[in-house]
């Protein structure tokens, strides 16, 4: 059985640094050793854009062409049209295609699961594979849940989120009782923080009071910066383009804390199989 770890990065706020999120902490656990394939579940294309690969639309086979190889019973090739970045990861990239996709998965028989098939094709291949999905709880997003072992939601510490959050856990909660009993939350991440200001430090207070007790607010947190800003219209990761910034430390100690998770729940499994 494969021990490929895959985690959905999910919020249907948009904005919140979801792609940002996904591309650095891919990197950052190549940088410490592992395989790790990226999919970009949107059609807006974002994460492949910021891998460098500007003009989306002129891929050849994108995520769509795979979910439509698999929907129609002729994957042949799994590993054909996936991309592969200067920095270690794999990338399965995103088009418009994936738009028009979507509305077809709604007639089609066990359409939460055609991206879990896709991804059991590739994971032996892989230690993690993390999916940045698209700010919305559409058809494709239900894909993500269903396929993910667990999820990572970045959260703005600039706004409450308690609202937008609270449909979030909701949808989660579906998949978990009818379609993937064993999704988990491995825990919030605040992104677009600014220390200097009060209501940035209240918010962060309000989400450990509100939901700290119920899932895991990572140690971690990620500074607003400049420069996490501009790398994404640079092809590279914030550790290439600005390596002693603060996000890049940021997103360092990030990764470190998931990995660590990592190593707890096999930990735990070894005990449990003992």
């Known amino acids: 059985m494969s ?6 990065i999910c919020n249907q706020k948009g904005g ?36 460098g690969w500007k003009d989306t639309d002129a891929l050849s086979v994108t ?12 994957l042949k090739d799994p ?5 592969h970045h200067q ?3 794999d990338l399965v990239p995103a088009s418009l295609d994936l738009s028009a996709l979507e509305m077809s998965l709604v007639t089609v028989m066990s359409r939460e699961t055609t991206l879990r098939s896709y991804l059991s094709q590739v994971k032996e291949n892989y230690d993690y594979i993390l999916i940045d999905c698209m700010p919305s709880l ?39 009782k009818h379609i993937n009993p064993d999704l988990k939350i491995d825990g919030i991440l605040l992104t677009l923080v600014d220390g200097r200001t009060n209501l ?8 450990r009071t509100n939901f700290g007790s119920v899932m895991r607010i990572y140690q971690s947190s990620i500074p607003i910066a400049v420069k996490a800003a501009e790398v994404s219209s640079k092809g590279k990761s914030i550790y290439a ?12 100690d990030f990764t470190k804390e998931v990995l660590a998770g990592g190593r707890q729940k096999e930990r735990l499994h070894s005990a449990d199989a003992r």
């Open 241 to 252: 383009y600005e390596p002693s910034s603060p996000a890049s430390k940021a997103y360092a």
């Open 200 to 207: 940035a430090k209240s918010t962060v207070e309000a989400l």
């Open 79 to 83: 590993m054909s049209g996936i991309l």
């Open 138 to 176: 559409g058809m494709i997003t239900l894909n993500a849940l269903t396929a993910a072992d667990s999820v990572i939601i970045p959260v703005q510490a600039q706004y409450l989120p308690a609202k937008g959050m609270t449909q979030l856990l909701q949808t989660v909660i579906k998949v978990k």
């Open 63 to 74: 995520l769509a062409t795979k979910l439509s190889e698999v929907m129609q019973d002729e």
């Open 16 to 51: 919140v640094g979801k792609t940002t999120t996904a591309v650095n902490l891919g990197i950052g656990l190549v940088m410490n050793g592992k395989k790790v394939l990226l999919v970009d579940a949107d059609p807006q294309g974002d994460l492949t854009t910021c891998l």
């Open 87 to 89: 920095e270690g990861v």
């Open 3 to 8: 021990s490929c770890k895959t985690i959905a």
